[in-house]
């Protein structure tokens, strides 16, 4: 599953109860994007996790903030409905 904030883009997926999220932002610098002129993505934060630990993570680390939680549980549930539906 993809979700889209503005330059910000969320990637989780789910595998046998074991959820792996991805966090990358739109980048522009030609520094960060080997001199080529064109926008890139470059992943701030990526982990796996179960769903009990999530509120084991440090969303103030790692390129997280406090508003990641509440994308990741949306994102979770999204998954889980998903899954109900087929």
């Not at 999220?21 to 982990?47: A, M, N």
């Not at 949306?74 to 087929?86: A, C, T, Y």
Request: aromatic content about 8%; overall charge negative.
């Amino acid at each position: 599953m993809r979700k889209n904030k503005g330059d910000i883009t969320y990637y989780l997926e789910e595998n046998e109860s074991v959820y792996h999220f991805v966090k990358k932002i739109k980048c522009r610098s030609k520094l960060i994007t080997e001199g080529k002129s064109k926008t890139s993505k470059k992943t701030l934060s990526e982990f796996a996790f179960i769903e009990s630990e999530l509120d084991l993570i440090d969303f103030t680390s790692d390129g997280l903030k406090s508003v990641d939680r509440e994308i990741i549980i949306s994102m979770i549930k999204e998954l889980q409905e998903d899954k109900n539906d087929n």
